[in-house]
C-alpha cells in the first residue's frame, strides 16, 4: 500500500575521519589563520542550484596539546563549520582533534573517546547537528562546505580528507522525520479519543516503564504533545523495533490562528529516534534501518489514529521542506495494538472477576481506596486477613494486580480505572458487575471471531466500551456515518438496524442493545451521541 514520504527533520552525531591522522584539523587550522586571519566572516557559495551561507569560527578545547604539537598555548582549539540553506537548512559541525593518550589540559586526567577501541591512533571526530537534511546529504555536504571555504582562502585541502570514507564508529544520537497533517485531523491524534491517549492507557502496563505522555497546550489544544517510549515499550508497540522513541505532534514556536494557507497554521507529527531513550547511540551504518523504524512508526501511529495516508493534500500539508509525495519505498503496516490491548485487558478483567471470593474484593476494594498501591502487610491490616490470605487472594488476581514483594499495584492504569469504576458505580457489589460486565461486553471465551455481531463491528470499526453508572454500554462507531439516506455515507439507521439484526441472531436479548448509548463519528473530528432508534425495535 502507497503511503506519504516523510521528511527529516533534525539529525545529530559524530562523523569520524582515520584514514589521514590528523592532517584534516591541521589543514582546518591553516584554512582559518592563513585565509581568515581567525574568523573567515559570512562566506556566499552555490552547491546544486541552493545559496548557502558559511562561516568558519574556532574555539577553545579542554584537551591539552601533546609535546610534539607545535600550537604556542596549554590546550588546542577546535574548529566550527556552519552553514545555512533554504528556508531552516542547516548544518553546524565542530571538527576536533582525537588521539590515543588525550589529556585535560589543566587537570591531566585521560579523556574517553572512541578512540579508545579503534586501531587508529589519531584521527579526527566532526560533531554534527542539522535541520531539514538528509543524513546522506548532511555527509556530503561537510566535504562541498570545506572546499569551498577552503578556496576562498586560498588554501588546497585534499578532497579525501573530509570526502573519504568514514570509521566505522561514526555514529548517530538524535534522528527525527516528520510530515505535516492538516489541522482538521489534530484530534485524531491528541483528543480525547486520539491514539495518542490510546498509548498511555494501554502502553504503559510494565512495572518500572519510563512511558510518559507529555502535553503543553500553552496556545493550542496540541501545541506540543509527547509520547516518550523507551526501548522495551517501542518494542512492544511494533514487532521487531529496536529503539526508542518519541511520537510528536507539535505547532511552531507561535502559533498561526488566522491564515489556514499558510503551512504553518497545521501541525507537525514526527517520531523521534534518541540516544537516551534505547541507552546508546546509533551506527551510521544503520542510518537506513533508522529511517525506517521511524518511517513505520509514523505511518502507523497514523493509520491506528484514522488519518489516512496516502500522499493527499487534503490530509498533509506541503512545506518548504516537506512535500506530499508517495514514498519511493513502502512500510510495514501493522494492525492497530490498542484494540488488541484494550479486548486482552477487558477480557482478563471478565475472568478474573467472575470467580472472585470475598478476599478477592477486598483486595481490590482496598486497593481502590488507597490510590492503587499498597504493602502487602497494609492490606492485611486494612482488611482483617492474615498475609497468608492476602498472598493467596494475589495470586488468584494475578494479571489485574502486579506484587514484587514490597508493594501490591494493578497491572495497568486502564485496569485500576475499571476496577475503580466498578467499585463507585456498583458500591462495592464486585461481583455482580463482573457479570454484567461480561454479558454487555460480550467477552467469553466461547464467543467465536467469525459470528455475525463480531462481523459488523469489523464493518463499521464499532465496538462496545464505556459501561456506565447505570450498567448500559456505548457502542461506538468509528466510520463516519450520515442521516441522511441519500448520502454516500453509510446511513445510521440502516446501519444500527444490521447491529440488532446481528446481535439478534445470536440469540441476545434485544434490550440489552436498545439501552445502549450509540457514538458514530459525522466527521474525522465530530461525534453524535444517541439511542438505537425505536423503529429497529421490530
Not at 288 to 293: I, M, Q, S, T, V
Not at 394 to 409: F, T
Not at 490 to 517: I, Y
Request: charged residues 30%; glycine residues 6%.
Amino acid at each position: 500500500m502507497t503511503h506519504v514520504e516523510t521528511a527529516p527533520h533534525e539529525c545529530e552525531g559524530n562523523l569520524i575521519f582515520t584514514e589521514h591522522g590528523l592532517s584534516p584539523y591541521w589543514i582546518i587550522g591553516k584554512v582559518l589563520t592563513a585565509g581568515f586571519d581567525g574568523y573567515s566572516g559570512d562566506i556566499e557559495t552555490e552547491i546544486d542550484g541552493e545559496t548557502w551561507t558559511v562561516s568558519l569560527t574556532y574555539q577553545q578545547s579542554g584537551i591539552a596539546p601533546r609535546p610534539e604539537d607545535d600550537v604556542g598555548g596549554d590546550r588546542l582549539y577546535e574548529f566550527r563549520l556552519g552553514a545555512y540553506g533554504n528556508g531552516e537548512r542547516k548544518a553546524n559541525f565542530l571538527i576536533q582533534p582525537r588521539f590515543v593518550d588525550m589529556r585535560h589540559y589543566e587537570t591531566d586526567d585521560e579523556i574517553s573517546t572512541p578512540f579508545d577501541h579503534i586501531n587508529e591512533d589519531e584521527g579526527v571526530n566532526v560533531r554534527f547537528s542539522s535541520s531539514n537534511l538528509e543524513p546522506d546529504e548532511l555527509r556530503r555536504l561537510l566535504s562541498l562546505l570545506v572546499q569551498d571555504v577552503a578556496q576562498e582562502a586560498d588554501v588546497h585541502v585534499n578532497p579525501e580528507y573530509f570526502g573519504g570514507s568514514v570509521n566505522e564508529m561514526s555514529n548517530i544520537t538524535t534522528y527525527e522525520r516528520y510530515v505535516r497533517v492538516n489541522r482538521n485531523w489534530s484530534q485524531k491524534i491528541v483528543g480525547r479519543a486520539g491514539v495518542m491517549q490510546r498509548l498511555m492507557h494501554l502502553c504503559a502496563t510494565e512495572k518500572g516503564s519510563k512511558f510518559e505522555y507529555r502535553v503543553d497546550n500553552e496556545d493550542i489544544v496540541g501545541y506540543n504533545h509527547r509520547v516518550i517510549l523507551p526501548k522495551r515499550d517501542a518494542q512492544r508497540l511494533i514487532s521487531g523495533h529496536r529503539f526508542g522513541k518519541q511520537i510528536k505532534h507539535y505547532h511552531p514556536k507561535h502559533v498561526r490562528n488566522n491564515d489556514e494557507g499558510d503551512p504553518l497554521y497545521h501541525p507537525k507529527v514526527g517520531v523521534l529516534l534518541k540516544k537516551s531513550l534505547t541507552g546508546h547511540s546509533f551506527n551510521w551504518s544503520e542510518r537506513d534501518e533508522l529511517k525506517r523504524e521511524i518511517d513505520e512508526t509514523l505511518i502507523n501511529v497514523l493509520d491506528w489514529s484514522e488519518v489516512p495516508v496516502r500522499p493527499d493534500q487534503t490530509t498533509f500539508v506541503p512545506d518548504k521542506h516537506f512535500s506530499v509525495n508517495e514514498a519511493e519505498k513502502s512500510i510495514q503496516r501493522q494492525s492497530d495494538p490498542t484494540p488488541e490491548m484494550e479486548t486482552n485487558q477487558e477480557a482478563l478483567l471478565v475472568t478474573v472477576l467472575r470467580d472472585l471470593c470475598d478476599s478477592d474484593v477486598e483486595m481490590l476494594e482496598s486497593l481502590v481506596s488507597d490510590g492503587g498501591e499498597r504493602h502487602p502487610q497494609a492490606l492485611a491490616d486494612q482488611t482483617g486477613r492474615g498475609i497468608s490470605t492476602v498472598y493467596r487472594a494475589l495470586e488468584r488476581l494475578q494479571g489485574i494486580v502486579r506484587n514484587d514483594g514490597a508493594s501490591v499495584s494493578f497491572a495497568s492504569k486502564k485496569l485500576e480505572q475499571e476496577i475503580s469504576g466498578i467499585v463507585e458505580s456498583t458500591e462495592h457489589q464486585i461481583e455482580n458487575a463482573a457479570d454484567r460486565a461480561a454479558k454487555i461486553l460480550n467477552l467469553e471465551t466461547r464467543q467465536a471471531a467469525s459470528s455475525a455481531w463480531q462481523k459488523w463491528c469489523e464493518k463499521y470499526a464499532a465496538r462496545i466500551s464505556e459501561t456506565g453508572d447505570d450498567g448500559h454500554p456505548t457502542v461506538r462507531i468509528d466510520t463516519v456515518l450520515s442521516e441522511l439516506k441519500s448520502s454516500s455515507l453509510p446511513c445510521v439507521d440502516e446501519v444500527l438496524q444490521e447491529a440488532l439484526n446481528a446481535w439478534r441472531s445470536e440469540g441476545r436479548d434485544p434490550l440489552d442493545l436498545l439501552e445502549a448509548r450509540v457514538k458514530w463519528r459525522t466527521s474525522p473530528e465530530s461525534w453524535q451521541v444517541g439511542k438505537v432508534s425505536v423503529n429497529t425495535r421490530r
